[in-house]
């Protein structure tokens, strides 16, 4: 079977408009703000513990940014009934938005992640642990460095729960143990 120059040319010119046309198909630009936790095997300074837990559940309550650019208060980013979530040594996502057109260019001087203050968790010994965050119902955790937020880039703010050591035994009863409350390492990128 003999082809001429005029059929190559055809499959040619065809190939070249839908490679140009699938170069061109218009891809999603919208950028969000990704807030991610996850567990990390580093040890808090109040840790007297010689054990790690399995897991903990937080509750999500609410997530701010400050100022906003227009008004100078805060962003309420999160108004949701709370939300509950279990953490392990490994990254999730706990909250995502996509990134408001007027926060472009503009300046940011603190991301505010709030929990309720009781939290349970589980570890190799029991699966009812217990303890609280703080004093308050709530608990902030902040980044409260500046950062800009730029165009076509989204934000990724990541937690991570600083939870080794934090599972002791009980001094008074070898059959128990008891769980306390990690440290935060709180950091904010642009990706």
């Not at 991610?36 to 997530?63: N, R």
Request: with cysteine.
């Amino acid at each position: 079977m003999k082809f001429s120059n005029r059929f190559f040319s055809f499959i040619f010119i065809s190939l070249s408009i839908l490679i140009h046309h699938a170069c061109s198909v218009n891809v999603d630009q919208n950028k969000y703000l990704n807030v991610k936790m996850l567990a990390t095997l580093i040890a808090p300074e109040s840790a007297t513990g010689s054990f790690d837990p399995v897991s903990q559940k937080y509750t999500l309550e609410g997530i701010y940014l400050s100022p906003d650019p227009t008004t100078g208060e805060e962003i309420e980013l999160f108004d949701a009934d709370p939300k509950e979530f279990t953490i392990i040594e490994r990254s999730q996502i706990i909250f995502s938005k996509e990134i408001d057109s007027n926060w472009v260019g503009e300046n940011f001087d603190k991301l505010t992640i709030r929990f309720n203050s009781e939290v349970t968790g589980t570890s190799k010994f029991t699966d009812d642990h217990s303890f609280t965050l703080s004093d308050d119902a709530s608990t902030d955790v902040n980044y409260e460095t500046s950062f800009q937020v730029e165009k076509g880039q989204g934000l990724e703010a990541i937690i991570k729960v600083q939870w080794k050591n934090t599972v002791v035994q009980d001094a008074n009863d070898e059959e128990s143990y008891n769980m306390s409350a990690p440290a935060f390492d709180f950091s904010v990128s642009l990706n």
